[in-house]
Nanobody, 119 residues
Framework: QVQLVESGGGLVQAGGSLRLSCAASGGTISNYGMGWFRQAPGKERELIANINWDGSSRYYRDSVKGRFTISRDNGKNTVYLQMNSLKPDDTAVYYC????????????WGQGTQVTVSS
């Protein structure tokens, strides 16, 4: 089972940028599809972006399209989420997740990193 650790969260003003990283250990992420989720206070956790094993296919939630970019470096066993033009509505705990090729459920999760966007 791969272990995931997120970093890069923090406090930023609206319009600013942050880059989240998700470092994996205990396995290689090249065997996994990877995703970023977020959960705002009082709301359900939602998938905002995912990327297949080699980066050839990516999905983005409508609310982040054109602002966020998911990428991966299998050699560094790390997945990234570049977040630009941040809005107060992007405030949430951001989670990295992995799912085994061919499976629909996300079986591995990080502990989350807080992103706060001030207006």
């Amino acid at each position: 089972q791969v272990q995931l650790v997120e970093s890069g969260g923090g406090l930023v003003q609206a319009g600013g940028s942050l880059r989240l990283s998700c470092a994996a250990s205990g396995g290689t992420i090249s065997n996994y599809g990877m995703g970023w989720f977020r959960q705002a206070p009082g709301k359900e956790r939602e998938l905002i972006a995912n990327i297949n094993w080699d980066g050839s296919s990516r999905y983005y939630r409508d609310s982040v399209k054109g602002r966020f970019t998911i990428s991966r470096d299998n050699g560094k066993n790390t997945v990234y989420l570049q977040m630009n033009s941040l809005k107060p509505d992007d405030t949430a705990v951001y989670y990295c997740a992995a799912r085994t090729f061919g499976k629909s459920e996300w079986g591995n999760w990080g502990q989350g990193t807080q992103v706060t966007v001030s207006s």
